[in-house]
């Protein structure tokens, strides 16, 4: 009986929907989003085409002081489907007229976006006067309430397009991937390998598939299995010998290969200085020997002067040539009982093994000439700003590299092309 964790094409399935129903919900999020603001707006638009038609007539009733008119034209305003409220202050700016629902307040209303306000005049004698302002309020409400059929559309539209996928999916794996997948798995559990005649499985698949040709392979692999134990029982002593040689020397170059990798392992692939994990146990290293032994050390920390420009204006290649360039210049700058490595991006860490500040202060200007003094291809000269820290007591190897890193922004605040140091007082 096979275990229900060994259900890779379930947990695939159940990825894939999970992935297409997180976008279904995104996409009809920003599906009723735009539906929405496309339907303020409208709104907005209509409270202005509202405004133009009532305009004229209360523009006759306030210049003749008709404020019976003036109410009746503001009830007929609050008719309207979309008005949730009309004010209508005179010059004083006493209201003539404030209707509102009565689930809003005049403050709510004042800071409501859908509203609409216009100013009455009249000519008189050559002159604009000024009868009224009017604000017509309308109210989210209304936008919802055109857009509800649209919702339940759109709703009804994506569940019934999830559901139909989920069923295809469903289907899909069960038939395709799950019962070959299945079976195939249960042909291997089964298999007796004692029984060397017997080592083959053999599934049935509708089409060649990647199934199909897995299992190829792993019944070659036990054909060859097969084939290579029939000739070792045949071996004589001498061959066993020869085996048992091979054997060292296959050893003997894997422990060459683990060197090797434990070296790219610890190495940054552009610069070929110590990459930040190599960095990192170094600092350990020297902390934990200061902190037994009294082995004073210091570290450079160094930021290549706008590399960010470098590669904007002449591309990523020419930046990764500065980079290499500036990792060739740490490594025939620094001793082989420092450790200089790339610390992240466009920034280097060197450890100086038995240095003070002063010492390292020291080798971080010879660095800075040399890379100052430099005439690299495409942009000529560059420059680097370092910050100089030294090991102590009572810094910590967090605070140890912060102060460092403090210094190299005070650095490059200055204007950069410097070094700055902090020194045990």
């Known amino acids: 009986m096979l275990s229900k964790k060994l259900n890779l094409s379930k947990q695939l399935l159940k990825s894939i929907l999970t992935i297409y129903i997180l976008i279904t919900f995104l996409v009809t999020a ?3 989003f735009i539906d929405y603001k496309y339907t303020k707006t409208h709104i ?3 409270l202005k085409t509202i405004a133009s038609v009532f305009e004229p007539s209360l523009r006759t009733a306030l210049w003749d002081l008709n404020y019976e008119q003036v109410k009746s034209i503001g009830q007929g305003l609050m008719n309207m489907p979309l008005v949730h409220g009309v004010i209508i202050t005179d010059p004083n700016n006493v209201d003539l007229i404030s209707k509102l629902d009565d689930a809003l307040s005049k403050e709510k209303m004042s800071d409501a976006d859908l509203s609409h306000s216009f100013t009455i ?3 008189y004698d050559g002159n604009e006067v000024y009868l009224a302002k009017v604000t017509i309020y309308s109210d989210k409400v209304a936008i919802f309430d055109r857009i509800e059929l649209n919702i339940g559309m759109i709703l009804l539209n994506e569940f019934i397009k999830t559901m139909a996928l ?3 999916f469903v289907v899909a794996f069960k038939s395709h991937l799950e019962e070959p997948l299945q079976e195939l798995t249960k042909k291997i559990s089964d298999l007796k390998w004692e029984n060397r005649q017997n080592r083959y499985v053999n599934v049935k698949f509708d089409n060649e598939n990647e199934l199909a040709v897995l299992q190829s392979k792993f019944n070659q692999l036990l054909s060859k299995i097969s084939s290579e134990e029939d000739e070792k029982f045949k071996l004589s002593d001498n061959r ?4 048992e040689q091979e054997v060292k020397n296959r050893t003997k170059e894997l422990e060459e290969a683990n060197a090797k990798l434990l070296k ?6 552009l610069t070929k200085l110590s990459n930040r994990a190599k960095i990192d146990d170094e600092l350990s290293i020297k902390n934990d020997n200061f902190r037994r032994y009294e082995r004073v050390f210091s570290v450079i920390m160094m930021d290549i002067d706008f590399f960010k420009r470098v590669n904007d204006e002449h591309g990523h290649l020419i930046g990764d040539y500065i980079l290499k ?3 060739n210049i740490l490594s025939e700058n620094t001793r082989s009982m420092d450790v200089a490595g790339r610390w992240g991006g466009e920034e280097f860490l060197i450890i100086c093994s038995e ?3 002063e010492g390292a202060y020291a080798l971080a200007e010879k660095i800075r000439t040399t890379i100052e003094a430099y005439p690299f291809d495409h942009i000529g000269r560059k420059t680097a700003s370092f910050g100089v820290a030294q090991i102590s007591e009572e810094l910590s190897l967090d605070a140890l590299l912060k102060q460092a890193d403090d210094c190299l922004y005070e650095a490059k605040n200055e204007g950069r092309n410097k070094t700055v140091k902090r020194s045990i007082v």
Not at 240 to 243: D, E, M, P, S, V
């Open 325 to 327: 360039t500036i990792g």
């Open 264 to 269: 790219l392992a610890t190495t940054d692939a």
């Open 355 to 357: 240095t003070d500040a």
């Open 166 to 168: 989920i069923v295809l």
């Open 240 to 243: 066993k010998i020869q085996l």
């Open 30 to 32: 920003i599906h009723f």
């Open 44 to 46: 907005k638009d209509e």
């Open 121 to 123: 005049n009249e000519k």
